[in-house]
């Protein structure tokens, strides 16, 4: 990491403009029936009736088109709608949906971390901006992919997700060089699965990540793909006037992923969509804003933190301050570094 690390950081905010410019709607699309089958496996009867049972393209493309009248119209930002959970989404289904939220005026973002067949790319690919594919950790799924990646890297920006936990770090480190000699115009990201560690081990497997997320880096920069993504690094302000570029994956791993009290921007930066329609400010499951096919309050201030937490790594990458006191001749330094933008945003005053 870097010496933020040793003190508290008082605000984060995008390191990139662009980022500071686009608000991601994070759609949960899930196969029913593997609900169906959790259902039975947990005691319950199967669920004949959720079998192929999906909201409506046009019923998501019209909220789409609701976000960007708020998102884009209202507050000037542009609208990612990020489609997670598509492994086994029917291929015709997929391009109703991509095309009519297409239609809407937003940028898609599409989420696998399954193979899916080419013939399914075929169908979608003309309609999406950004694909993220999740790396296999075996020889022969590596290789796969990359087929598949060097396809859609002619349509689409495209990142390789490489999840590292502490038993397979030499393995994601192969898979990352291979993908960055391979690949150079993609995005590589390294992701930590953690799970409870002992201090002395979670600090080498920290020093170990840091490591991938440097070599990363360095690929990353050397792209435009990098440039283009929708989310990134986040630029942290500490106590003492210190600011460091940090991404949300090293957040994750140094276990500073703790933001309860904090003003944060989900329903601002972000959105939620559950698989069922229910929309919230994010991941977390804070502040239900209405369902799809309804009323919809969507968010223009930030809300207060009520988590010990931030567990997803989807979740991280918003805006987000501390609750801190301050003398009135600090007000110049913190609006500097963006501390009142809130305010500012919505026109209100001291």
Known sequence: MNDMT????????????????????????????????????AGGPPDAESVGRYLDPAVIADFCGRCDDHYHGRMGRAVVVVFNGAEMTPAPYCSRLVRGVKDKGCRIALTIRMARRRVFWERVAEYIDFV????????????????????????????????????????????????????????????????????????????????????????????????????????????????????????????????????????????FVAPDGDVYRAGCGNERLGTVGGTVVFPSVPVSCPHAVCRDVRDIPVKRQRAVTFRIEQIPELTAMGAFSHIAENKMSL
């Open 132 to 271: 993220t594919l999740a790396v296999p950790e075996t020889a022969a799924g590596l290789d796969g992919l990359l087929k598949l990646a060097d396809y859609l890297g002619r349509s689409v920006t495209l990142r390789l997700d490489v999840n590292v936990r502490p038993d397979n770090v030499e393995q994601a480190k192969y898979a990352g060089e291979t993908i960055m000699r391979s690949l150079p115009d993609a995005v590589v990201r390294f992701v930590p699965e953690m799970s409870a560690l002992p201090d002395a081990e979670a600090e080498r497997f920290f020093r170990r990540f840091e490591e991938l997320q440097t070599r990363a880096y360095t690929h990353n920069e050397a792209n435009d793909a990098h440039k283009r993504w929708y989310r990134g690094a986040l630029i942290g302000y500490g106590a003492d006037g210190a600011a460091a570029v940090l991404t949300p994956e090293e957040l994750l791993a140094m276990n500073a992923n703790r933001f309860k009290s904090w003003l944060c921007w989900s329903g601002v930066e972000r959105l």
């Open 6 to 41: 040793q003190t508290r950081i008082l605000f984060l905010d995008h390191h990139s403009d662009l980022h500071k410019r686009v608000v991601e709607v994070d759609w949960r699309l899930e196969n029913p029936y593997h609900i169906s089958m959790q259902t039975a496996a």
